[in-house]
């Protein structure tokens, strides 16, 4: 059974930075796409940012620039720096992750058959 795990979100000030963790077990080789998607209010959900297999990263525009993604292949973890934050930022970040290796991995729902539960960011003013 494949399990996603999130942690990091939490409450900060625009111009802070945060860094979320996403760590994938019960899967032995992680060669996959992973990415990080987000929900804010009144929003659907949105791709932020996804790393393949040959570690080629892809990114929303509004983040470029701000938010890095990486993996750690040792620790089976996905992080995603976040840096220069915003109130727009604000949202529920969800690690998605597809087993089977690509280099080209998109920021496409339909592409991610594992999913995380969600860990809360809030950027205040």
């Known amino acids: 059974q494949v399990n996603v795990v999130e942690s990091g979100g939490d409450s900060v000030q625009a111009g802070g930075s945060l860094r979320l963790s996403c760590a994938v077990s019960?899967?032995?080789?992680?060669?996959?796409?992973l990415a990080w998607f987000r929900q804010g209010p009144g929003h659907e959900r949105e791709g932020v940012a996804v790393?393949?297999?040959?570690?080629?990263?892809t990114y929303k525009d509004s983040v470029k620039g701000r938010f890095t993604i990486s993996k750690d292949k040792a620790k089976n973890t996905l992080y995603l720096q976040m840096n220069a934050l915003k109130p727009e930022d604000t949202a529920l970040y969800y690690c998605?992750?597809?087993?089977?290796?690509?280099?080209?991995?998109?920021?496409?729902?339909?592409?991610?058959?594992?999913w995380g539960q969600g860990t809360q960011v809030t950027v205040s003013s």
């Open positions: 998605a992750f597809n087993p089977y290796f690509s280099l080209q991995c998109s920021l496409e729902e339909s592409g991610f058959p594992y």
């Open positions: 019960g899967y032995r080789h992680w060669v996959g796409c």
């Open positions: 790393i393949n297999s040959g570690d080629t990263t």
